[in-house]
């Protein structure tokens, strides 16, 4: 194995051995049982504050859907960062939260009419639009003080997640867009593009930035207007079981290029995954095992039904440690399946697991499950949503990475 992914699973078993170690978490451990989702919301702010600094001419709204928790909004609110919201649910959450709406953008391309209205009720401004039919819903209950922005598609195939597989248009039609909405007395006050969640290529930040700044200016010169907000969307990637360009080197290469944009536009951004997916380490316990023909399995107490969904819905690699194994490797030890609680035989969470013999009632645990984890879980087979217990005196690990002078 490469020495840098041997380096950040070290760090991943290190970041897990201090949070089992803690008062906190053996407490909620033995309030909740297995499986718990442990939440740091320390490290929620920690990243937020790597955010500020790397592009500190930014205006960040965090993307809700990725982890609704309330004690994540809390500690973003507190901080003063912006929301993303997608949907009706989304926004009665921030009310309930004390968020005041000029924090909150409404960045779903696609959206119910009723959903707009109470949006507007709510007192959200900022929507995002990618087609004509999206835009004339605007007509009726707009308003004068209504920013719409025009979601571009870049695509990126070996991104996490291509997003723009399912929204956004192409920069000709945005132009036929623009003067729709010109036509229609609508404001289109800048664009938007999200160039694919857990993308690891610092280039293709640049080259939808390059691309939509241009577009920008053409349609200036051509149309005689002025745009005001830029927004860049989310994307940034997180080390699961592989080192990624983390987001000051991401940072470092776009900042050149955003660092002009910022004087003539407003520049906003929606990240998700590497706000919260480090905030959060799972503990399950192994409920069976099975030697089969194809080896040992594991059967846990949580699966890809419930907080593992990320590995169906992002494709995530979740590094699976056994507990006895975090201060020092135990003997013996084999390869072995990791298999979810529900009947179904997809329901497996990794292979080729490098662990010591486990028995019934080991604790399992995983590190960074904080980002599209519950929020996707399910209630198959009639199993319970993942309990989430909030750790309030834990400070995060120093960062092995130097930030950005
Ligand atoms: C419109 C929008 N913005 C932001 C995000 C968050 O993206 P990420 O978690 O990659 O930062 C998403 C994720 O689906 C999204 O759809």
């Given at each position: 194995?490469?020495?840098?992914?041997?380096?950040?699973?070290?760090?991943?078993?290190?970041?897990?051995?201090?949070?089992?170690?803690?008062?906190?978490?053996?407490?909620?451990?033995?309030?909740?049982?297995?499986?718990?989702?442990?939440?740091?919301?320390?490290?929620?702010v920690r990243q937020y504050a790597r955010l500020r600094q790397a592009l500190p001419f930014a205006r960040f709204h965090y993307a809700v859907k990725v982890c609704a928790h309330p004690a994540v909004i809390a500690a973003l609110a507190e901080e003063g960062c912006g929301f993303d919201v997608a949907s009706g649910e989304e926004i009665s959450q921030l009310e309930r939260q004390?968020?005041?709406?000029?924090?909150?953008?409404?960045?779903?391309?696609?959206?119910?009419?009723?959903?707009?209205?109470?949006?507007?009720?709510?007192?959200?401004?900022?929507?995002v639009v990618d087609n004509e039919i999206e835009l004339e819903k605007f007509?009726?209950?707009?308003?004068?003080?209504?920013?719409?922005?025009?979601?571009?598609?870049?695509?990126?195939?070996?991104?996490?997640?291509?997003?723009?597989?399912?929204?956004?248009v192409s920069a000709a039609r945005a132009e036929a867009l623009v003067a729709r909405a010109d036509a229609l007395g609508l404001d289109v006050a800048g664009f938007s593009f999200h160039v694919g969640s857990q993308l690891d290529d610092p280039a293709r930040f640049a080259a939808a930035i390059r691309d939509t700044a241009a577009l920008m200016s053409r349609l200036e010169r051509a149309r005689g207007r002025r745009f005001t907000v830029l927004d860049i969307g989310g994307g940034f990637p997180i080390a699961y079981d592989r080192p990624v360009a983390d987001l000051e080197e991401i940072a470092q290469v776009i900042r050149p290029i955003l660092d002009p944009l910022a004087e003539?536009?407003?520049?906003?951004?929606?990240?998700?995954?590497?706000?919260v997916a480090e905030?959060?380490?799972?503990?399950?316990?192994?409920?069976?095992?099975?030697?089969?023909?194809d080896g040992r399995w594991y059967y846990l107490d949580d699966g890809l039904y419930g907080s593992y969904s990320n590995v169906l819905t992002e494709g995530v690699h979740p590094l699976v440690f056994a507990e006895r194994d975090l201060t020092a490797l135990v003997e013996p030890r084999r390869r072995a399946?990791?298999?979810?609680?529900?009947?179904?035989?997809?329901?497996?969470?990794?292979?080729?697991?490098?662990?010591?013999?486990l028995?019934?009632?080991d604790l399992v645990v995983s590190p960074v499950m904080g980002a599209y984890t519950s929020v996707t879980a399910t209630r198959f087979n009639g199993r319970p949503f993942t309990p989430v217990a909030v750790l309030t005196r834990v400070r995060p690990l120093a960062r092995a990475t130097p930030s950005l002078a």
């Open positions: 194995m490469d020495d840098t992914v041997t380096t950040l699973i070290d760090r991943r078993r290190d970041e897990c051995a201090a949070v089992m170690q803690t008062d906190d978490a053996r407490a909620a451990i033995a309030l909740h049982g297995t499986p718990v989702l442990l939440l740091n919301p320390s490290i929620v004390g968020v005041a709406p000029h924090r909150v953008i409404h960045t779903h391309p696609i959206k119910k009419p009723v959903e707009i209205r109470e949006a507007l009720t709510a007192g959200i401004r900022t929507f007509c009726r209950d707009g308003g004068s003080d209504l920013r719409l922005l025009v979601r571009l598609a870049y695509r990126s195939p070996h991104a996490g997640s291509d997003l723009s597989s399912k929204f956004g003539r536009y407003e520049i906003l951004a929606e990240p998700g995954r590497v706000l905030s959060a380490v799972l503990v399950t316990s192994v409920d069976g095992v099975a030697d089969r023909p399946t990791l298999a979810g609680p529900t009947c179904d035989s997809a329901d497996v969470i990794a292979r080729e697991c490098d662990l010591p013999d028995r019934v009632g």
